[in-house]
């Protein structure tokens, strides 16, 4: 999905204050924003035991020891640095992605989250998520997050397929998921299985006995992503055969169909939840509510009175040590310009079955309902959404197209 960030001004780097950047932050402006959206904390530990073929997040294949006590020393760091930005601000969700943060020990886990909440006040029942790989799993390893204060864990399955897995790079089979997610299922009250489809060699009966598998194990929350060939991966160059887009929109509906029968809603694109338990810090994002993100390579959103902002952090986990550890750890940041705030809300917004408040897209991007009039006449005409007075939300066709919706509301 194109990911568009249009600058009002230039970027600026690492070099500069916290101070002096803050300033900038809450200057007067032409933007204006009556309240600041709820906060989100994202933490991101870069590390994998392998690199999956296909995957482009920011993660890195270990070599060598884990630098665990460092690396929690350079988000402490972090953490510090970026507190003058949300000052006063409560945080609603924690989510601990990665990278495969189930490399992190019980222990480690325990004190970046006692780290967290000494500096930053948590919501009461903040959710906390950790995302874990079977590869990792241990025996007693999600008790321990579960002790540590996580309270749902997020369990990269894939695929239950041998065959599958190991056309995907992946570290483990079969026996180590189903065992994974009967450990998460026992540990957490809430939790969350990731699966793709539209694999290599998959079949229709192949992705029903995926499904098959998933569903048995009961997953209070389930995301099904279909597998993309992401630039710059070792797909791009090696691409794969995959299933036709014929056969795909096929396996989209029968996951539609199946999850429906056993009572889980699919309440955003590729996610579905059982009742009281969607995932609150992926719908803040979607909500288009801030977040803060501490880590190698971490994104932030972050609204001001007067304006919006996004930060990267240092990509390379070691670059990222020595600048977080020595207080610089952002190494772009830039103001999100008024043209592109409305494509910006719609790009999330769009993504949910519920679709968005219109007083909510407002209150998140200081702009009036005038701004994307014409572009919501267009969607309603071409039967991508539907509207009443207070809401607008994707039809069924505008979720079969959402990227064709999205693009709508493009910057002209
Ligand atoms: C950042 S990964 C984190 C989970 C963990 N690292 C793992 O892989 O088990 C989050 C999820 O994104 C999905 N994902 C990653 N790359 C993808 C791709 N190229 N196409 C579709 N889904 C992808 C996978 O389902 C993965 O579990
Ligand atoms: S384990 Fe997850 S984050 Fe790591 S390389 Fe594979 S898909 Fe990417």
Redesign the pocket.
């Known amino acids: 999905m194109a990911d568009i960030r249009i600058a009002s001004e230039a970027s600026v780097t690492a070099a500069e204050p916290v101070a002096g950047r803050l300033a900038r932050y809450m200057r007067g402006g032409t933007l204006s924003l009556a309240a600041l959206p709820p906060l989100s904390l994202y933490v991101h530990l870069p590390w ?1 035991l392998k690199k ?1 073929p ?4 920011n ?1 890195h294949e270990l070599q060598g020891e884990l630098a665990e006590a460092r690396y929690l020393d350079a988000l402490c760091a972090d953490l510090e640095a970026a507190l003058p930005f949300i000052w006063g601000r409560r945080v609603q969700t924690v989510f601990i ?4 943060p189930s490399l992190f020990t019980p222990a480690a886990i325990d004190r970046l989250i006692a780290d967290i909440r000494a500096r930053m006040p948590l919501e009461a029942g903040c959710e906390i998520t950790l ?1 874990a ?1 079977p590869g990792t799993f241990e025996r007693d390893r999600f008790r321990g997050y579960r002790a540590a204060g996580v309270t749902r864990l ?1 369990v ?1 399955v ?1 695929s239950f397929d041998d065959e599958h897995l190991k056309a995907l790079g992946r570290v483990h089979d079969r026996a180590q998921a189903i065992a994974a997610v009967e450990e998460a299922a026992a540990a957490f009250d809430t939790f969350n299985l ?3 489809y539209a694999l290599p060699g998959q079949t229709l009966a192949g992705l029903d006995a995926d499904l098959s598998l998933a569903l048995a194990l009961a997953p209070p929350h389930l ?1 099904v ?4 060939i ?1 630039p710059n991966t070792y797909f791009a160059k090696f691409p794969p055969v995959i299933p036709e887009d014929d056969a795909a929109y096929e396996m989209l509906d029968r996951i539609t169909e199946r999850t429906s029968a056993v009572g889980l809603q699919r309440y955003e694109i590729s996610a579905y939840a059982r009742t009281g338990h969607v995932c609150a810090h992926n719908l803040n994002y979607w909500q288009f509510g801030d977040y803060l993100g501490i880590g190698a390579g971490a994104h932030s959103k972050l609204s001001f009175a007067h304006r919006v902002v996004r930060q990267v952090r240092f990509r390379e986990p070691r670059l990222y040590m020595d600048n977080a550890i020595a207080g610089r750890a952002v190494a772009q940041s830039e103001e999100v310009g008024i043209g592109a705030l409305p494509f910006e809300y719609m790009l999330n917004a769009l993504r949910l079955k519920d679709g968005f408040r219109l007083a909510e897209f407002g209150e998140r991007t200081g702009l009036a309902i005038t701004s994307i009039q014409s572009g919501l006449e267009e969607a309603e005409r071409k039967g991508l959404i539907e509207r009443d007075l207070a809401r607008v939300w994707p039809t069924t066709r505008g979720f079969d197209f959402l990227s064709d919706l999205q693009s709508i509301f493009l910057p002209d």
């Open positions: 994998c999956c296909y995957c482009d997040f993660s992605g990665g990278g495969t995302e790989n997020s990269g894939q990731d699966l793709m995301s992503y279909h597998l993309t992401e």
